[in-house]
Nanobody, 125 residues
Framework: QVQLVESGGGLVQAGGSLRLSCAAS????????MGWFRQAPGKEREFVAF????????VHVDSVKGRFTISRDNAKSTVYLQMNSLKPEDTAVYYC??????????????????WGQGTQVTVSS
């Protein structure tokens, strides 16, 4: 059974950096569009970024452009989210997700059918 396991969250001061990892089991990883979402307390889950199966196309939400970078290593079945210049408003639980049904390059959580357990990122001011 395919699973996604995130790691790399933690507590960091504003202006700092973290790199999140999401390791996938299963053989078809390189076919899946992979996404990162986040959810802050009391707020809805928010799209952060997605990456195509080959890694050749990425999209980031405007609020993280220039600070966050999504990437993937298909040989390791892992997707990453490099987060630089972190701000207190980036505090949230971060989730990776896989689109295994080929819904398309989507910014909507409903189009991703496999989710990790989430990892907490807390940015102090």
């Amino acid at each position: 059974q395919v699973q996604l396991v995130e790691s790399g969250g933690g507590l960091v001061q504003a202006g700092g950096s973290l790199r999140l990892s999401c390791a996938a089991s299963g053989r078809a990883f390189s076919y899946y569009i992979m996404g990162w979402f986040r959810q802050a307390p009391g707020k809805e889950r928010e799209f952060v970024a997605f990456i195509s199966g080959s890694g050749g196309e990425t999209v980031h939400v405007d609020s993280v452009k220039g600070r966050f970078t999504i990437s993937r290593d298909n040989a390791k079945s892992t997707v990453y989210l490099q987060m630089n210049s972190l701000k207190p408003e980036d505090t949230a639980v971060y989730y990776c997700a896989a689109d295994r049904r080929f819904a398309g390059k989507s910014v909507y959580a409903k189009d991703y059918d496999l989710w990790g357990q989430g990892t907490q990122v807390t940015v102090s001011s």
